[in-house]
């Protein structure tokens, strides 16, 4: 009986996982840049679902 539970409740958990939802991204604005041509300006929102997260990432400046 104790082992079925315990069976039970790891398959609840584990279902949750294998559902779990992706960011949302959303576009807000998108504008070509006059002094670079070719290029263009993106405004964006995330929005990320309960307990998720997304790794580090760096926009590294040389100039």
Do not use: W
């Amino acid at each position: 009986m104790t082992f079925t539970k315990v069976i039970l409740a790891l398959a609840c958990l584990m279902s949750g996982t294998l559902v779990a939802q992706e960011a949302k991204v959303t576009q807000l604005l998108s504008k070509d840049l006059t002094n670079l041509p070719g290029k263009e300006g993106l405004m964006v929102t995330v929005e990320y679902p309960p307990g998720s997260s997304d790794p580090i990432h760096r926009h590294n400046a040389y100039g």
